[in-house]
């Protein structure tokens, strides 16, 4: 590999920075950073300023790859460029502001082959792993119900609002564990900060299996935990499955997981609960970088199979923004909307599909 650019030097960037140095990758980055004051964020790495540039495209020619932890407005003409120029791209959560530009971004990505993987970093988080593994092997089986609060006091985010930036990644984490997506959506939303964008939003979604979603994010509540991501802030980043047989609870900031083997039955004129016990799994902690690098690596595994992303431009770029769209809508309106959703693969190789724009959304059935 010639090199990688990382684009962007913020809290994120910081994080990516350090990801890339554990990994091995360090003298092979250039950082892309238009803001001169945060080249200093590079020195306890030793980085040398010269591999520091202000524009993506000083130093596109040089590398093979873009990482992408710029502002979310500027995602969508970052990855036209880098897509354009031939080069593979990592790019933060959300991929883009909007379904118009997620769509956009997808159909390029198809028409040139080059691979852009979305940055779910919660996918990644031995917990997760264990939950889908054990979704697969029908150890729940059928899921009825999953739950998920990311929430806590700490500073929100200037380029979007909570549901982009915290709620995407149990949106994306169900989809992912449930294999599929929400087919409706009924949403409230508030701005309480008074600056256009939500800071505390609770969405109760239904799949086409009949399993229900709760997804609750939010500036405002309490976290239980010193959060690990946000120097001085609270969290807590917990989901709860619930299945005909079992029930699973994950607390990402502690790194516990306890599952309860636990079934309804008809007894004595009742539902009556019969639970068999419950065990703590083990599962290895798991930092905030750590789980970068687990998706950074798997964005290089990618680059050298050429196999589909595990969280490509469609599933979880478009389909996503499809879905916190419908979100939005239903919170507007106060009333459930029907999701639409894109269901061409993912794949890094040019496919000539084109990715129809979705039909209008009416009121749930």
Not at 26 to 31: A, C, R, S, Y
Not at 172 to 184: A, C, E, G, I, K
Not at 314 to 331: D, K, P, R, W
Request: aromatic content about 8%; overall charge neutral; hydrophobic content about 40%.
């Amino acid at each position: 590999m010639r090199g990688i650019a990382q684009v962007g030097l913020g809290e994120f960037g910081q994080r990516h920075l350090e990801a890339w140095h554990r990994l091995g990758l360090g003298e092979q980055l250039w950082i892309v950073e238009a803001d001169e004051s945060r080249w200093g964020e590079t020195a306890q790495f030793r980085f040398p300023l010269g591999r520091i540039v202000r524009r993506l495209s000083d130093v596109l020619d040089q590398v093979d790859a873009v990482d992408i932890v710029a502002a979310t407005d500027l995602h969508a003409e970052l990855l036209r460029s880098t897509l354009s120029a031939g080069r593979d791209a990592f790019v933060a959560q959300p991929m883009t502001t909007n379904s118009t530009q997620a769509r956009e971004v997808a159909e390029l990505a198809a028409r040139t082959g080059r691979l852009v993987q979305v940055g779910c970093s919660y996918r990644h988080h031995p917990i997760s792993v264990r939950l889908k593994e054990e979704v697969g092997r029908g150890t729940f089986g059928a899921v009825r119900y999953v739950s998920g609060n990311f929430v806590g006091y700490r500073p929100a985010r200037v380029d979007v609002g909570v549901m982009h930036g915290d709620g995407f990644h149990l949106l994306d984490l169900f989809n992912w564990l449930l294999d599929t997506s929400p087919s409706d959506a009924y949403a409230v939303c508030r701005d309480h900060f008074r600056r256009g964008l939500e800071d505390f939003a609770i969405a109760l979604l239904t799949y086409p299996n009949e399993s229900v979603g709760k997804v609750e994010v939010g500036y405002i509540q309490p976290g239980r935990w010193q959060d690990r991501a946000f120097a001085g802030g609270t969290a807590t980043k917990e989901i709860v499955i619930v299945g005909e047989r079992a029930i699973a609870e994950a607390d990402f900031e502690t790194g516990h997981l306890r599952m309860h083997e636990v079934r309804q039955e008809f007894k004595q004129g009742t539902w009556t609960p019969l639970t068999s016990g419950s065990r703590q799994i083990p599962v290895e902690p798991c930092s905030p970088v750590k789980m970068i690098c687990r998706e950074l690596e798997a964005f290089l595994h990618g680059m050298e199979t050429r196999e589909p992303p595990p969280s490509g431009p469609v599933a979880s770029g478009l389909n996503v923004a499809l879905l916190i769209e419908a979100i939005y809508e239903s919170a507007r309106r106060a009333e459930p909307v029907r999701v639409e959703q894109v269901t061409v693969p993912d794949a890094p190789r040019p496919s000539g599909l084109l990715l129809k724009a979705p039909r209008k959304r009416g009121k749930a059935a």
